[in-house]
């Protein structure tokens, strides 16, 4: 066995310590004893292929913690985070700082899903496919024609003139269903082809949850690796894993999927089978079929059990028909397949549709729940796994390796048990580190009196009019967290001229413009919901204070967490404190980390639910967040942002 590598020690010569390469050469850069520690721990899981599960407070700086380690093991590792964006700032900022502090060349590589690379083939049948557009998406086309010609890796995320979440690039990158493979015309140009040599090449590969998982899943399947084989995974925010996992282990089937496979029909039929009429014509009627399918669901937008509407009269009569629309597109498609790999690959996509179309016609699978989701003009019927651990086990098993899990928020106090047990990470390392911020110094936990109920159909005005003082005192500068969106919007119509500070809502611009706006106005108050939760960095006095309307329990309404729930009551458990709520005081730490980000913060965190004092559990939650200050009296707050104001007028 090699020796130990000592990151850590009392000498100083340690790599993350005061006298170490990152505090010679990183900018800003703070030892700290918890980063050190853990930056050990991983050292040791890499060393001895262990499972770490590993909590590390905000603050302690966790990624040069494993970064560290990882870059100095000599194996092949894949680090996967939770969203592109951090895979990004990860790749592009964190790494580059460490690999040169560190005076390593170990080779790197950023791989992303397929769905993130322009498709040279796809743009150009986007070019050619005849469907009506505006002039600003024929500028756009333009547009992507010409930085075409100049990007090196392909990856949309570069090309800054279009928003990544425009429907224009559905047009013009792949996904599994209609990508050709070797078979395509531009398979030598392939942006996806060259990132992931690029990565089964490189020593250590960044990646994201979602192709990490979509990776296991071809496995399963039987086709070939989109990953390099490695020698450790270091898996970041993990927090985010099982929910990952579910979606993933699962299957789908979307109006989405039967549009794209319409239009690109219509599309290779121009290309290679303008003598066959029939193929529009059934193209045509598959997309009649699919939407008259989601009018048969109703107008409302919804998460529902698939039974509670698969025995509807005017479902099933939709849904059959849908059916009969696959089939006689399949059946117009299969003599036009020798046309060209276009028409040969929608002749596949027809055919695995109504497979997955068919699932949907019997009972759910055992330990799976059938769901229907609804969007304004779309819909997903899905079947997911309600217990993900014998899958991911069965993949962890297949590569005897180190597992290193990480995130600030993975205990429930001291016990990790809630998210071991999820994944079946029985017999793990654990460890814990809280955060290194001084929070009894810069922070203060205010709990209001007298608000209702949650239940109370008047609670959320309640919690608006509890707010207003505070956010009066703190002059803007806050975050205000809903658990819904409906009392996010009751919430935004109700401060309407209520507040001279600008106000923000999730939902009106993209989120990253939402924040730049936010951290540029500098007295905002931004309204959101669960995707501001986490993941979400504004340092500095632009943020000083949280709200947060109630204990984030997931909503029972849920088709997913009803099934869970049902059968862990089934197999003898307690719902509510093996599930319910250790999943929500893992939220909550997420909300609360919005607060405090950096040594020199400070501010309140304000959280309403008077459940905290009025129910048993409440006790779990409040020793669950950082060591505050805690007060119930408003003029405590306005007291805490007058000596703040003062402090920051005296700098």
Same mark, same amino acid.
């Given at each position: +066995?090699?020796?130990?590598?000592?990151?850590?020690?009392?000498?100083?010569?340690?790599?993350?310590?005061?006298?170490?390469?990152?505090?010679?050469?990183?900018?800003?850069?703070?030892?700290?004893?918890?980063?050190?520690?853990?930056?050990?721990?991983?050292?040791?899981?890499?060393?001895?292929?262990?499972?770490?599960?590993?909590?590390?407070?905000?603050?302690?700086?966790?990624?040069?913690?494993?970064?560290?380690?990882?870059? +100095?093991?000599?194996?092949?590792?894949?680090?996967?985070?939770?969203?592109?964006?951090?895979?990004? *700032?990860?790749?592009?900022?964190?790494?580059?700082?460490?690999?040169?502090?560190?005076?390593?060349?170990?080779?790197?590589?950023?791989?992303?899903?397929?769905?993130?690379?322009?498709?040279?083939?796809?743009?150009? +049948?986007?070019?050619?496919?005849?469907?009506?557009?505006?002039?600003?998406?024929?500028?756009?086309?333009?547009?992507?024609?010409?930085?075409?010609?100049?990007?090196?890796?392909?990856?949309?995320?570069?090309?800054?003139?279009?928003?990544?979440?425009?429907?224009?690039?559905?047009?013009?990158?792949?996904?599994?269903?209609?990508?050709?493979?070797?078979?395509?015309?531009?398979?030598?140009?392939?942006?996806?082809?060259?990132?992931?040599?690029?990565?089964?090449?490189?020593?250590?590969?960044?990646?994201?949850?979602?192709?990490?998982?979509?990776?296991?899943?071809?496995?399963?399947?039987?086709?070939?690796?989109?990953?390099?084989?490695?020698?450790?995974?270091?898996?970041?925010?993990?927090?985010?894993?099982?929910?990952?996992?579910?979606?993933?282990?699962?299957?789908?089937?979307?109006?989405?999927?039967?549009?794209?496979?319409?239009?690109?029909?219509?599309?290779?039929?121009?290309?290679?089978?303008?003598?066959?009429?029939?193929?529009?014509?059934?193209?045509?009627?598959?997309?009649?079929?699919?939407?008259?399918?989601?009018?048969?669901?109703?107008?409302?937008?919804?998460?529902?059990?698939?039974?509670?509407?698969?025995?509807?009269?005017?479902?099933?009569?939709?849904?059959?028909?849908?059916?009969?629309?696959?089939?006689?597109?399949?059946?117009?498609?299969?003599?036009?397949?020798?046309?060209?790999?276009?028409?040969?690959?929608?002749?596949?996509?027809?055919?695995?549709? +109504?497979?997955?179309?068919?699932?949907?016609?019997?009972?759910?699978?055992?330990?799976?729940?059938?769901?229907?989701?609804?969007?304004?003009?779309?819909?997903?019927?899905?079947?997911?796994?309600?217990?993900?651990?014998?899958?991911?086990?069965?993949?962890?098993?297949?590569?005897?390796?180190?597992?290193?899990?990480?995130?600030?928020?993975?205990?429930?106090?001291?016990?990790?048990?809630?998210?071991?047990? *999820?994944?079946?990470?029985? =017999?793990?390392?654990?460890?814990?580190?809280?955060?290194?911020?001084?929070?009894?110094?810069?922070?203060?936990?205010?709990?209001?009196?007298?608000?209702?109920?949650?239940?109370?159909?008047?609670?959320?005005?309640?919690?608006?009019?509890?707010?207003?003082?505070?956010?009066?005192?703190?002059?803007?500068?806050?975050?205000?967290?809903?658990?819904?969106?409906?009392?996010?919007?009751?919430?935004?119509?109700?401060?309407?001229?209520?507040?001279?500070?600008?106000?923000?809502?999730?939902?009106?611009?993209?989120? =990253?413009?939402?924040?730049?706006?936010?951290?540029?106005?500098?007295?905002?108050?931004?309204? =959101?919901?669960?995707?501001?939760?986490?993941?979400?960095?504004?340092?500095?006095?632009?943020?000083?204070?949280?709200?947060?309307?109630?204990?984030?329990?997931?909503?029972?309404?849920?088709?997913?967490?009803?099934?869970?729930?049902?059968?862990?009551?089934?197999?003898?458990?307690?719902?509510?404190?093996?599930?319910?709520?250790?999943?929500?005081?893992?939220?909550?730490?997420?909300?609360?980390?919005?607060?405090?980000?950096?040594?020199?913060?400070?501010?309140?965190?304000?959280?309403?639910?008077?459940?905290?004092?009025?129910?048993?559990?409440?006790?779990?939650?409040?020793?669950?967040?950082?060591?505050?200050?805690?007060?119930?009296?408003?003029?405590?707050?306005?007291?805490?942002?007058?000596?703040?104001?003062?402090?920051?007028? =005296?700098?």
């Amino acid at each position: +066995m090699p020796p130990r590598v000592e990151l850590s020690g009392p000498d100083g010569a340690a790599l993350l310590g005061p006298e170490g390469p990152l505090a010679r050469h990183i900018s800003g850069f703070a030892p700290r004893a918890s980063q050190q520690d853990m930056a050990q721990a991983v050292a040791d899981a890499l060393l001895n292929d262990d499972v770490l599960i590993s909590e590390a407070g905000t603050g302690t700086g966790k990624t040069y913690a494993y970064l560290v380690p990882a870059l +100095m093991s000599g194996k092949k590792i894949i680090i996967s985070t939770g969203t592109k964006n951090l895979q990004d *700032q990860l790749y592009h900022r964190d790494l580059p700082l460490v690999r040169t502090a560190l005076g390593v060349s170990v080779r790197t590589a950023l791989l992303k899903g397929r769905a993130n690379y322009l498709c040279l083939y796809r743009l150009e +049948m986007a070019e050619l496919d005849g469907r009506p557009r505006t002039r600003e998406e024929r500028a756009a086309l333009r547009g992507i024609r010409e930085w075409a010609a100049r990007t090196h890796s392909g990856d949309i995320a570069e090309y800054v003139d279009l928003s990544e979440d425009a429907t224009l690039w559905f047009d013009v990158t792949s996904t599994s269903d209609n990508c050709l493979g070797q078979e395509c015309p531009s398979f030598t140009e392939c942006h996806v082809v060259k990132a992931r040599r690029t990565a089964q090449e490189a020593d250590l590969v960044v990646v994201n949850h979602h192709l990490l998982f979509a990776d296991m899943a071809l496995k399963d399947e039987g086709f070939g690796e989109l990953l390099p084989g490695a020698n450790a995974y270091i898996i970041d925010e993990a927090h985010q894993l099982p929910e990952v996992a579910s979606n993933f282990f699962g299957s789908v089937f979307s109006s989405r999927q039967v549009l794209e496979l319409a239009d690109d029909t219509v599309t290779e039929h121009l290309r290679e089978a303008g003598d066959m009429p029939e193929l529009p014509t059934a193209a045509d009627a598959l997309k009649k079929a699919a939407l008259d399918l989601r009018l048969s669901f109703g107008h409302d937008v919804r998460r529902v059990p698939w039974s509670e509407m698969s025995n509807m009269p005017a479902v099933t009569a939709a849904l059959q028909q849908l059916r009969n629309a696959l089939t006689t597109l399949h059946t117009a498609l299969k003599p036009a397949a020798v046309r060209g790999k276009g028409l040969e690959s929608c002749t596949h996509r027809a055919e695995e549709l +109504m497979q997955r179309l068919d699932v949907f016609s019997g009972e759910a699978q055992e330990n799976h729940v059938q769901w229907l989701e609804t969007y304004t003009r779309s819909f997903t019927l899905n079947r997911t796994p309600l217990n993900v651990a014998p899958i991911f086990q069965a993949h962890m098993q297949a590569r005897k390796c180190a597992w290193v899990f990480t995130s600030a928020t993975l205990a429930v106090g001291d016990d990790f048990e809630h998210f071991s047990g *999820q994944l079946a990470l029985h =017999g793990a390392v654990t460890k814990r580190w809280g955060s290194p911020f001084d929070f009894s110094r810069n922070a203060v936990f205010y709990a209001p009196t007298d608000l209702p109920d949650p239940k109370n159909p008047a609670y959320t005005i309640a919690v608006v009019e509890a707010a207003l003082p505070v956010l009066e005192a703190s002059r803007g500068r806050a975050f205000m967290l809903f658990t819904s969106h409906r009392a996010l919007q009751q919430a935004w119509t109700a401060m309407q001229g209520r507040i001279e500070y600008p106000l923000l809502m999730q939902g009106s611009s993209p989120r =990253g413009e939402l924040l730049e706006r936010f951290r540029t106005l500098g007295n905002a108050i931004l309204l =959101g919901t669960s995707s501001f939760w986490e993941g979400v960095d504004v340092r500095g006095p632009t943020l000083s204070c949280v709200i947060i309307d109630k204990l984030p329990f997931a909503a029972l309404g849920d088709p997913i967490l009803q099934a869970r729930l049902d059968t862990l009551r089934r197999q003898g458990g307690n719902p509510f404190m093996d599930y319910q709520m250790p999943a929500a005081v893992i939220m909550l730490k997420q909300g609360v980390g919005r607060l405090i980000r950096d040594v020199n913060d400070c501010g309140v965190m304000m959280i309403c639910d008077p459940r905290l004092f009025s129910k048993p559990y409440g006790q779990i939650f409040i020793n669950s967040l950082p060591p505050m200050r805690r007060t119930r009296k408003l003029e405590n707050i306005q007291r805490f942002f007058a000596a703040e104001s003062r402090r920051i007028a =005296g700098e």
